[in-house]
């Protein structure tokens, strides 16, 4: 297995400052968050999901990829990702995406998912969540990039067996399940070496963070529990044990730092992370 960082957790490094101190903690990867930082924001402190310095823009140029490419292969990195948010059923995205994509020669986008947030029923969702799937599926075979479905809360794929059968009967070789176990401390916990198995051929990458619950305020007499991301040891993703189903059943992919906790700078949240993870893949 070989480490990667996905740019969304390091927000205040420049693309060019990123790719260094990726190299410096023994990371090889890098995935290129895709999402425009509005004027407005620019003059922000750096932020996960505002002022993120290591972002690409949806209105891209020629120069503009050249530089996230330059920054990458000045310090021997792989583009593994663009990393987009899409949303369900945005083909024109996601085409400007896969082109993004393949000009930096990388493996793996994002693909759109519904969220499910109770306003629609499930079954609805999930027809229109095949329909663009599978349209998606004939992009990335025409573009030779693998579009994959992200185990995450607040969608209709927060577990393994939820992303499965989204996927299910699509080509693994162009459409994939990006495996989140800190996502899934939030919502969609399955033991993690069962949906693994379940998901076969279709685990094509796996991002690592972690997250946990602390009991919050008494309403009605019912305590309400709340969530948050924490360090990579001190969350409740037991990432000792995921390593090891990991390699039990044979992956050797990429596993991508996505660390939201906010407790450190972008240089040593890698730092710490390449140290941790040797550490596991030891």
Partial sequence: MKLSVFTAATPDLTPEEL??????????GVEWRYKDVPPEMAHEAPSYWRNNLCSISSGWDEAELVRFRQAAEANGLITVSVTPYLTCG????????????????????????????????????????QTYLKAAESLCARYGVKGLVETHHVTIAPSASAAFRLVEGLSPDHIGVLYDPGNMVYEGFENYRMGME??????AHVHVKNAGWEPGP????IVRWTSGGCSFRSGMVDWRQVISDLQAVGYQGWLGAEDFSGELS???MLRQYGQFMNSLLK
């Fill in 218 to 221: 008494e309403e009605n007499g």
């Fill in 198 to 203: 379940l998901l076969g051929p279709y685990l």
């Fill in 19 to 28: 790719a260094s101190a990726a190299r410096e903690a023994g990371i090889s």
């Fill in 266 to 268: 972008g240089r040593e």
């Fill in 90 to 129: 945005d083909l024109d995205g996601t085409k400007r995406v896969l082109e993004a994509a393949r000009k930096l020669g990388a493996s793996f986008i994002r693909l759109g998912v519904h969220r499910y947030d109770r306003s629609r029923r499930y079954g609805g969702l999930f027809e229109e969540q």
